[in-house]
């Protein structure tokens, strides 16, 4: 199989790796881009993706995709913004309108919200495959993080979003609305079961004291030394790993600002009468996840 050409790009404060897929005939993807967001001024700002988007210009690439992975948490999107900027059709998986229902009602969205996905050019299905030139890229949906992850396989190389980090920081966390530690195990050990030379490259990393950051591992890797999901770690042990590992951490900082962006495909909430843009912050509604969310197999 092919080796893609991948450029990657860091965002600091969200610690947030996008990456730049590039084709033999200049045509090129955008994964998972960044919108900087300033809580304490309340100010979105454009630098991160300003960043990619000159390295697209330098190299006089044409933007067709803008791919995100799954509504994020944990950042705002640039996903509309590069759009408008660079042209491109913008994608994601296609349970993201699950997603959309659920923080629909949380945010007191409106009326006018569509939760049909339709924010978004495109919506992909499990096993899809489509085109970047002559590279050939086939959607894997990954739920568990969420209902609307999604991984993109093209050659060698997969994006895998939050759905597995470097081998020293594990897996994704579960406990977010619709959330499933078994659904992620499923998830991860289906692209653990690619061959072993398969670049994973992620949306995050988040390394101990002494490492430096990485946007890739391979497969290999990370069925030797993932601390979540190596290999020999069972279904019902990696639920009761991630589980309990959840209980003890934080909601991201930017959570409640980003979701209600990202669910509108990057795009900031409409103005109000005022001509001003507002984010909602819901108080005393989010708390532990319900066992719902965690079916039995």
Known sequence: MSVPEVESFF???????????????????????????????????????????????????????ILETHVHADHLSAGDHLRRTLGGRLAIGEHVCEVQQRFARLYGAGADFRSDGSQFDRLFTDGERFRLGSLEIEVLHGPGHTPACVAYRVGTAVFVGDLIFMPDVGTARCDFPGGSARALYRSVRRILDLPPDTVLYFCHDYPPEGRERSAYASVAAQRAANIDIHDGIGEDEFVARRLARDAGMPLPRLMLPALQVNMRAGALPPAEADGVQYLKIPLNVLGAPDAADDPQP
């Open 11 to 65: 965002e600091p404060f969200t610690e947030t790796w996008s990456h730049l897929l590039i084709a033999p005939e200049g045509c090129c993807a955008i994964l998972d881009p960044v919108l900087d967001y300033d809580y304490r001024s309340g100010r979105t700002g454009t630098a991160s993706a300003g960043r990619i988007a000159a390295r697209v210009r330098e190299r006089g690439l044409t933007v067709e995709w």
